[in-house]
């Protein structure tokens, strides 16, 4: 199950069929996942309360448990940060949600979970 919200009022991605998808395929369909769409304020408040990084940052995932997680995207982060990585805007929030699902499906940084993301990008043209 997904559950999608935003605390931000513009450019909150709408493609719930792709959200609802990427999540089946990594995590399955058992796995209940809330995505929330926030800004540079509640990002950096989350960032420094879980993290201990006090900035704001293009995404975090929280895994409640072993089927329930969390998402939350930074939208005004992601529309610049989205040019660094030469993607638009769309297809950048496209790619930083899978590669939050393989963190909560437990995976860390490296060439691993690079393979694992690139597979899924193909599979969803992202």
Request: contains cysteine.
């Given at each position: 199950?997904?559950?999608?919200?935003?605390?931000?009022?513009?450019n909150a991605p709408k493609d719930a069929l792709f959200f609802r998808k990427a999540l089946e395929h990594v995590l399955g369909k058992d796995y209940?996942?809330?995505l929330v769409f926030i800004g540079n304020?509640?990002?950096?408040?989350?960032?420094?309360?879980?993290?201990?990084?006090?900035?704001?940052?293009?995404?975090l995932s929280f895994t409640l448990d072993k089927?329930?997680?969390?998402?939350?995207?930074n939208i005004p982060y992601s529309m610049k940060?989205?040019?660094?990585?030469?993607?638009?805007?769309?297809n950048y929030?496209?790619?930083?949600?899978i590669h939050g699902l393989f963190h909560l499906k437990g995976?860390?940084?490296?060439?691993?979970m690079e393979a694992k993301?690139?597979?899924v990008r193909k599979i969803f043209n992202v």
């Open positions: 199950m997904l559950v999608i919200s935003s605390t931000v009022k513009n209940e996942l809330s304020k509640r990002s950096r408040a989350l960032n420094r309360t879980h993290r201990n990084i006090d900035k704001p940052t293009d995404i089927h329930t997680g969390e998402i939350y995207i940060k989205c040019k660094q990585f030469d993607r638009l805007f769309p929030v496209k790619f930083i949600y995976y860390d940084h490296g060439s691993t993301e690139a597979v």
